[in-house]
C-alpha cells in the first residue's frame, strides 16, 4: 500500500513537499517516482530515484524539485520549490521491485493547487 500526503493549495513561487510511504508487504523497492496528471493532459513522468540515489527528471522541473528517498523507512519524498501554475495536478508515487519496466504499485495521489 502507497500513501502520498502534503499536496494542497499554494500561491506560485511557493513550495510544497510531498511524501508517500510504502506499507504492507513491502519488499526490496528499486525504484521511486512521482508522476504526475493535470486534466486533460496524459500522466507525466516528473521525477524518479534508484534504491542507491540516482536520480532523474522531466526537464520541466529541473531545479526546482527535488526528489529523495529513506530506504530504511521505503519512504519517497519530492520537495517542490518555485512552484508554478503550470505544475498543477494531482501527483502520483508509484515504485517498482525492478530496475527496469513499468512501475506496478501507485499511490492513490495528492492533490496540487498553484493559484497564480
Known amino acids: 500500500q502507497l500513501q502520498a500526503s502534503g499536496g494542497g493549495l499554494v500561491q506560485a513561487g511557493g513550495s510544497l513537499r510531498l511524501s508517500c510511504a510504502a506499507s504492507?508487504?513491502?519488499?526490496?523497492?528499486?525504484?521511486m517516482a512521482w508522476y504526475r496528471q493535470a486534466p486533460g493532459k496524459q500522466r507525466e513522468l516528473v521525477a524518479i530515484?534508484?534504491?542507491?540515489?540516482?536520480?532523474n527528471y522531466a526537464d520541466s522541473v529541473k531545479g526546482r524539485f527535488t526528489i529523495s528517498r529513506d530506504n530504511a523507512e521505503n519512504t519517497v519524498y519530492l520537495q517542490m520549490n518555485s512552484l508554478k501554475p503550470e505544475d498543477a495536478a494531482v501527483y502520483l508515487c508509484?515504485?517498482?521491485?525492478?530496475?527496469?519496466?513499468?512501475?506496478?504499485?501507485w499511490g492513490q495521489g495528492t492533490q496540487v493547487t498553484v493559484s497564480s
Open positions: 508509484a515504485v517498482a521491485p525492478t530496475y527496469g519496466g513499468g512501475f506496478p504499485y
Open positions: 530515484i534508484t534504491r542507491g540515489g540516482s536520480t
Open positions: 504492507g508487504s513491502t519488499f526490496n523497492i528499486a525504484r
